[in-house]
């Protein structure tokens, strides 16, 4: 990489700098295995890793069989890396009960689990070396009977134990075993539970089901925290309460048997969810990982620092570019935030950011990364699974929304520091371009991605092409990829997607529920009688309900139930099917920076110091155009490229100038600080031109320059003065 200049007044930030991504910043309940532990969790990871790399590539498996694997080895490895809780800095003083007390229990617990993997792996036994199909039924029976009761036992175990960063509990590795249990049942059974599951499910297969559900939720809580959890509890709750509810909610209820069941199919976690999570997912975040252990993601951050961090307000331009380049492969904003976030907060501080101002910008920022093409963090490639819309079209469509984002945002931060009158970061402190420049071909693996996607290789094989050139392109760096460095990123891969794996597979089963129910549909018509009213105030009310089921939700997660509750009655109100996913995914992502519950902004709050509560209400202001573009597009189809190139090239403009009146109306800053009668006319200017039709445009154009010319007249008076 390109050397680093810096004094010794600024050996904080060069250090930063120079520590690069590659690092994953750890959540606080991760384990730090060492020895045999540690040895046993690479192995996990990396075969986690290489098998999906494989069956997407080389050996294809039936796609039930590989979902269930795919969850399955998420549970192990989750459970193994993942403690239940935060570690106590008092050893001994952390759990509810003294581990020695609970220790019996949790030996039980692993001790019926192993039961059940015993049962379940005597029935296979049979069937390959006595070819019978169905063994007894006492092996199911009993199998899942002691399966329900150590997965059960083993969870309250663990939630009461203190957890031990060093080590893996033994209620921990009972929740793993149980997870590879669950497997073995569902793929015995493959072709049984195709047929008969929701339908007319044995008393195993809802034993069996409910495990695999409360399994998926305790890793979801562990690695996403409550609010998901919540969520997806109050779906299950609904799937039993229809009859006792009201209006458009109510149902004709369902059994324990049919919901659990109907849930761990294609219908649920099974489904479009858990079939991102297994192919896209964690292809581009091994993609990210590569880049990460090769240290070509620092490049991409060091160009960013090249390009604009001598512009005033520097650090928080540099926030925007890279932060946006890296969210689009990192899959989460909050993780996102972490991981860019713990450089360029501090560096926009040293500059004089408020801390709530700069951490509201790294999470305006790396909540965009999540719309960013080509990769968009994977909510893309859970809309091309809905909706049957090829990847590359929704890329493309996702060209001005993305562009309309990061142009408000860089206005935003640009007004402020003029307003505030910042500098930038001094030359010394800064990487050279010169230098950096002589390495551009670091940039062959997104340019390997683009220019596969549209040449119209596979969104798989263009993935993989990509990875490919990340490992060989690291090879004309000082941090070449051998072995050890293509074993440490596949590790590093599955370190960062298991989150994923558990919040897709969560989301699964709340999307299980809506199909089960019907709730989607119900809600459909509520639109439609809304419409009746008022078009625009539908819209509203979606956009509401996008954004409340978003909160506290990771952002595939978000869009996932979003999509399957909101999305069917836009398409009902006539909204074509690409406009409908795009404005529900855009709120869905822009909940993790919507007060109260933003996860972005509560990451960047704890980094830069400031309160929660106020960093997600100035990151709100600062992605503000975000709140407005879904409603652009949908008054105005060719900002998703739906329309002739003068339309299209009519509405970027426009558009686009309103994006910049918008944020000098909110920022109150233009050539100049704004008086009371520019900044609402600077508004007024903003909305017309958002709006999208020639007259509206026309208006907006006369009130923005009106207020220009103004300026600049009041600050030649003042020059000539």
């Not at 498996?61 to 590989?66: D, I, S, Y």
């Not at 890396?81 to 019996?104: E, H, M, Y």
């Not at 919540?230 to 509810?245: C, D, K, S």
């Not at 930038?424 to 670091?442: F, I, N, S, T």
Request: glycine fraction near 10%; charged fraction near 10%.
């Amino acid at each position: 990489m390109a050397d680093i200049k810096g004094t010794s007044d600024d050996v904080r930030a060069v250090d930063m700098l120079a520590r690069g991504l590659e690092d994953e910043p750890a959540a606080s309940n991760q384990r730090n295995l060492k020895g045999a532990l540690g040895m046993l969790l690479i192995i996990l990871c990396v075969t986690y890793t290489a098998f999906h790399l494989m069956v997407l590539n080389v050996t294809p498996l039936e796609t039930w069989t590989f979902r269930i694997v795919h969850i399955a080895g998420g549970l192990v490895i989750g459970f193994t890396l993942i403690a239940t809780g935060t570690f106590s800095p008092s050893p001994g003083r952390g759990g509810l009960w003294p581990n020695l007390v609970l220790k019996p229990f949790a030996f039980a617990a692993l001790g019926l689990v192993l039961y059940a993997l015993g049962s379940f792996a005597y029935a296979w036994w049979l069937r390959e070396q006595t070819g019978l199909i169905n063994p007894p039924p006492w092996v199911w029976q009993w199998g899942a009977w002691s399966l329900v009761g150590g997965s059960g036992l083993a969870m309250l175990v663990a939630w009461l134990e203190e957890p031990e960063a060093d080590r893996v509990g033994i209620a921990d590795w009972a929740l793993a075993g149980a997870g590879v249990a669950v497997a073995l049942y569902l793929v015995f059974n493959l072709g049984a539970l195709q047929f008969r599951a929701g339908v007319m499910p044995t008393r195993p297969d809802f034993w069996v089901s409910l495990v695999g559900c409360a399994l998926i939720l305790e890793l979801t809580r562990r690695v996403a925290g409550m609010p998901l959890v919540i969520i997806a509890a109050v779906f299950i709750l609904y799937g039993f309460v229809g009859p006792h509810l009201p209006g458009f909610l109510a149902h004709r209820g369902y059994s324990f048997e049919r919901l659990f069941t109907y849930i761990y199919t294609d219908n649920g976690i099974l489904g479009p969810t858990t079939a991102v999570s297994s192919t896209y997912i964690i292809l581009f975040i091994t993609f990210g990982a590569f880049l990460q252990a090769s240290k070509v993601g620092d490049y991409f951050v060091s160009v960013a620092f090249a390009a604009a961090g001598r512009a005033r307000g520097g650090p928080a331009k540099v926030a925007i570019f890279g932060s946006g380049l890296m969210g689009m492969i990192n899959g989460t904003s909050a993780g996102n935030v972490v991981a860019t976030g713990s450089l360029t907060i501090p560096l926009m501080k040293k500059v004089g950011y408020q801390g709530k101002s700069a951490g509201a910008i790294e999470a305006a920022a790396s909540s965009g990364g999540q719309i960013m093409p080509p990769v968009m963090g994977a909510g893309a490639f859970i809309m091309a699974e809905v909706t049957g819309i090829p990847y590359q079209e929704i890329a493309f469509a996702a060209l001005i929304p993305a562009f309309l984002y990061f142009v408000s945002v860089y206005f935003m931060v640009d007004f402020e520091a003029a307003k505030t009158g910042m500098r930038g970061l001094r030359e010394d402190e800064l990487p050279v371009l010169r230098e950096l420049a002589k390495q551009v071909y670091l940039f062959a693996p997104i340019l390997m991605l683009i220019v596969a996607l549209f040449l119209g290789y596979s969104v798989i094989r263009a993935g993989t092409y990509a990875l490919i050139a990340a490992a060989v392109v690291s090879w004309l760096t000082p941090h070449a990829l051998g072995p050890r460095g293509i074993v440490r990123a596949l590790e590093l891969s599955a370190h960062m997607v298991i989150p994923l794996v558990a919040v897709c597979a969560c989301a699964g089963i709340i999307v299980g529920v809506i199909g089960l129910t019907g709730v989607g549909l119900r809600f459909s018509s509520l639109l439609l009688a809304l419409a009746e009213q008022s078009q625009l105030l539908a819209m509203i009310f979606a956009m509401g309900i996008s954004i409340l089921l978003g909160m506290g939700m990771p952002t595939t997660a978000a869009y996932a139930v979003a999509a399957s509750v909101v999305a069917p009655g836009l398409i009902q109100l006539g909204v074509p099917v690409l406009t409908a996913h795009f404005f529900v995914f855009y709120f869905a992502v822009m909940s993790a920076i919507t007060p109260p519950v933003a996860l972005a902004a509560y990451a960047a709050a704890g980094i830069s110091g400031s309160k929660p509560m106020a960093t997600s209400v100035a990151a709100f202001k600062v992605g503000l155009a975000a709140f407005i573009v879904p409603f652009m597009f949908f008054y105005s189809p060719a900002l998703l490229m739906q329309g002739s190139a003068l339309q299209v090239l009519q509405v970027l403009l426009t558009a686009g100038l309103g994006v910049y009146f918008l944020a000098a109306a909110v920022q109150g800053w233009l050539l100049a600080r704004l008086n009371l009668v520019e900044r609402p006319l600077v508004l007024v200017a903003a909305l017309s031109m958002i709006a999208g039709g020639w007259m509206t445009d026309l208006v907006g154009l006369g009130l923005g320059a009106l207020v220009v010319l103004n300026q600049r007249r009041l600050r030649a008076q003042v020059t000539t003065a």
